[in-house]
T-cell receptor, first 115, second 116 residues
């Protein structure tokens, strides 16, 4: 079946502009995660959605970052007034549920470059 | 806070040989889950192997196995009969049960190169 998809695969923007990143999870997966991966670094948790519950936003680095998800479908991560330090790969992952045994399936990521 | 440490930024191994990647973590929880993920140049993160902390038996998936030492908080990955396709970044990850909510904590990764 189809995996997690993300678009765009690459995004170049100017400092101060807003960007929207999209994630299409695997159909039927109720949980969705966003991560940031800076060059040469590990994954940094940003936000987590589970069904219709309130999202866990504890990893968002500033109020310039926000994310939405409608039901159990597509999610968008928005970065307002982008800064050069926002340059990174943004990875999305989905899983069937929230049990600790659930495996996360990752998308290919969006590489964001802020000039 | 939970921390995951991978102390080997880069490693290399000859094709068909065995290599071990190290990972240590810090947690006050007793129940948790540990993962190794592989990230090839395509950027696609792929789950390699998973270990539940309450299981004493080390997990094994074909050529991949772990050495889980709970008391030492160590979780190393052994790759046997290394293949060129194993060249990738490898990330160790931790997920708690009670106190860490839904977050996964990742190490900074080990870049593995398999030499033909």
């Amino acid at each position: 079946g189809a995996g997690v998809s993300q678009s765009p695969s690459n995004k170049v923007t100017e400092k101060g502009k807003d960007v929207e990143l999209r994630c299409d999870p695997i159909s039927g997966h109720t949980a969705l995660y966003w991560y940031r991966q800076r060059l040469g670094q590990g994954l940094e948790f940003l936000i987590y959605f589970q069904g219709n519950s309130a999202p866990d936003k504890s990893g968002l680095p500033s109020d310039r970052f926000s994310a939405e998800r409608t039901g159990e479908s597509v999610s968008t991560l928005t970065i307002q007034r982008t800064q050069q330090e926002d340059s990174a790969v943004y990875l999305c992952a989905s899983s069937q549920g929230v049990a600790e045994t659930e495996t996360q399936y990752f998308g290919p990521g969006t590489r964001l470059l802020v000039l | 806070a939970q921390t995951v440490t991978q102390s080997q930024p880069e490693m290399s191994v000859q094709e068909a040989e065995t290599v071990t990647l190290s990972c240590t973590y810090d947690t006050s929880e007793n129940n948790y889950y540990l993962f190794w993920y592989k990230q090839p140049p395509s950027r696609q993160m792929i789950l390699v192997i998973r270990q539940e902390a309450y299981k004493q038996q080390n997990a094994t998936e074909n050529r991949f196995s772990v050495n889980f030492q709970k008391a030492a908080k160590s979780f190393s990955l052994k790759i046997s009969d290394s293949q060129l396709g194993d060249t990738a970044m490898y990330f160790c990850a931790f997920r708690g049960y009670l106190n860490t909510g839904n977050q996964f904590y990742f190490g900074t990764g080990t870049s593995l190169t398999v030499i033909p």
